[in-house]
């Protein structure tokens, strides 16, 4: 099949995010399956307006904003009669492919931005779309779509569709041979450091492990624009000498550390799945997770991690504490992780989203 794909950013935009890796890796496996696949995005500064990477064509429009209204000129010049199927990668702000495009178009929604329409976009905009997001989304209760889980599901259900499939996502990490633990109690986020992301709350939660752990370190890996305000709160809670910000890391440093470190904290609003949950269970680190959409299904209580009432940063600490006086508890919860993490694999994922692109076409 010819597979266009529209997403928002691609792999190599400094803005990148999960639902960025999702997509390039369900592309990449589409094209080692024989598909012939190209994306449809936003430019960068830098960016190169044609490329191909990993066997996938990119073709960049328009900037962050302008790559929504110049998607119909994207469509004329490109797409029109030349491919078999348009993916369209909802997450937030849709390209509304349905009411310019005669090719079959499927929305693939990794999830309800609701909150997050306030991290990152301005006021105005942010308000705009947290407003009307359902509205948004009601042009596609008609078709099949296809979510990364099964909270995405059920809220899309809600919203009146009727054929919701899941792709769910995978870790694409090499872990490290003969993975060792740090001898020191070491947590890590990894991550966007962005308001929705709620890495303040990691922060406050390690501040309570350190009373009772006095050698316990936090690494946070990521950028964004909450870092300063981040690194100063590390400073005014006095564990600037525990907390060590890496910024942002390569795919083999990811692995390094995931491996190294004992759990990992992730205090997100919301997420569509939770790929790094999946990345850090490769490594054998298990998840203390909220319990909000998208985390409650990529975490399972037991086997690869924790979840804790959302919000509530002193049950994060107290679950990180227990764990780590009971390393019993923590190695099975390391054992789980791994063998939960080989159940999703990017290759399952590929087959099973060009089986829903294939029934579709016939």
């Known amino acids: 099949m010819r597979i ?9 935009n400094p803005r990148a995010g999960g639902a960025e890796l999702y997509v390039h890796q369900i592309m ?42 110049k998607s119909v000129l994207c469509y004329r010049r490109h797409i029109a009669g030349k491919y078999d199927a348009i993916v369209e990668s909802i997450n937030g702000m ?25 991290s990152g976009l301005p006021l105005p905009l942010a308000f705009a779309g947290y407003h009307l997001e359902d509205v948004f989304l009601s042009a596609y209760r008609k078709r099949t779509a296809i979510a990364v889980s099964d909270s995405t599901k059920s809220e899309l259900e809600a919203l009146g569709f009727c054929d919701v499939r899941i792709v769910h996502g995978a ?15 070491t947590l ?12 303040d709350h990691a922060l406050l939660a390690f501040s309570s492990i350190l009373k009772t752990s006095p050698s316990a370190r936090l690494w946070i890996a990521g950028t964004g624009p909450e870092e300063a305000s981040l690194r100063k709160l590390a400073a005014t809670l006095g564990m600037s000498e525990n907390t060590v ?31 790094t949950v999946n990345e ?10 909220y319990d909000v959409p998208g985390l409650r299904d990529s975490i399972r209580p037991g086997m690869n991690g924790c979840l804790v009432p959302a919000g509530d940063y002193n049950a994060m600490a107290e679950c990180a504490l227990g764990l780590l006086s009971d390393q019993r508890s923590l190695r099975n919860l390391a054992s789980g992780a791994v063998t939960s993490s080989k159940q999703f694999t990017w290759e399952k994922s590929a087959l099973r989203l060009a089986g829903i692109l294939e029934e579709r076409s016939d």
């Open 4 to 12: 266009a794909f529209f997403n928002w950013r691609d792999m190599k």
């Open 28 to 69: 990449k496996h589409l094209a080692v399956l024989g598909h012939s696949v190209t994306l449809f995005t936003s430019s960068f500064p830098g960016s190169a307006p044609h490329e191909y990477v990993d066997g996938i064509e990119h073709v960049r429009y328009g900037g962050r904003f302008l790559i929504y209204p």
């Open 94 to 118: 849709p390209f509304f492919t349905p009411l310019f495009a005669r090719e079959k178009s499927v929305p693939l929604v990794h999830q309800l931005t609701r909150e997050n329409w306030y």
């Open 171 to 185: 870790a694409s990490l090499s872990p490290p041979k003969g993975i060792t633990k740090e001898d020191r109690p």
């Open 188 to 199: 890590i986020y990894l991550g966007r450091l962005t308001k929705s992301k709620r890495v």
């Open 245 to 275: 910000f890496f910024g942002r890391v390569d795919e083999e440093k990811k692995a390094e550390l995931f491996s190294r470190a004992h759990m990992m904290l992730f205090p997100a609003v919301r997420e569509g799945w939770g790929l």
């Open 280 to 289: 850090a269970n490769s490594c054998a680190t298990p998840v203390i997770g």
